[in-house]
């Protein structure tokens, strides 16, 4: 079975400063795919940021990138000057081709980003 | 981006009673639907996954005769909460992928409250 840990329930940064949530997950799988998806009040789920696992590149969207890890199976993703707008919960989440390419989400940080 | 669409947003029902939830995919065809369900301040758990044309395959300890899947076309599946119980009250959402199997888009949940 694959897991996702994400072992920050809550995390707070102030306006404009730098924050990294952490993910780890276990698999024995070689080809998948990472996720980061912000979930805000709203509820609606939004894809942030995607990683394959076969690229070395860390992939980076604007102010968010992320630290891909594969021999340590880690997945962290960065928010540069953050803004009030990124207060939301944040799920890290795996997916490969034998789960039929669903998602398998972490427990999710809930960040809080403070004037 | 591609938008998927559900309906209704929120709904209220009494215990006993079924509900039918409808997830679209507006501006693509959808050969695969997933059904995650949220409780509050939880992740997202997986229920089903549905192909179009196809029996759904549901993830082990979601009962197939309760929630009912129908995925009988390229843009429409639905959820059938049958004989709903104030235990199933929780937040259902839905994704949805077209050719590309690692692109999931997902819709803005629904809200069901069960008295």
């Known amino acids: 079975a694959q897991t996702v840990t994400q072992s920050q329930p809550e995390m707070s940064v102030q306006e404009a400063e730098t924050v990294t949530l952490s993910c780890t997950y276990d698999?024995?799988?070689?080809?998948?795919?990472l996720f980061w998806y912000k979930q805000p009040p709203s509820r609606q789920m939004i894809l942030v940021i995607r990683q394959e696992a076969y690229k070395q590149q860390n992939a980076t969207e604007n102010r968010f990138s992320v630290n891909f890890q594969k021999a340590a199976k880690s997945f962290s993703l960065k928010i540069s000057d953050s803004q009030l707008g990124d207060t939301a919960m944040y799920f890290c989440a795996f997916m490969y081709s034998n789960s039929g390419y669903a998602l398998n989400f972490g427990k999710g940080t809930s960040l809080l980003v403070t004037p | 981006g591609a938008v998927v669409s559900q309906h209704p947003s929120r709904v209220i029902c009494k215990s006993g009673t079924s509900v039918k939830i409808e997830c679209r995919s507006l501006d693509f065809q959808a050969t695969t639907m997933f059904w995650y369900r949220q409780f509050p301040k939880q992740s997202l758990m997986l229920m089903a996954t549905s192909n179009e044309g196809s029996k759904a395959t549901y993830e082990q300890g979601v009962e197939k005769d309760k929630f009912l899947i129908n995925h009988a076309s390229l843009t429409l599946s639905t959820l059938t909460v049958t004989s709903a119980h104030p235990e199933d009250s929780s937040f259902y959402i839905c994704?949805?992928?077209?050719?590309?199997?690692?692109?999931?888009?997902f819709g803005p949940g629904t809200r069901l409250t069960v008295l």
């Open positions: 994704s949805a992928s077209g050719g590309t199997l690692h692109e999931q888009f």
């Open positions: 698999t024995s799988e070689n080809n998948y795919y």
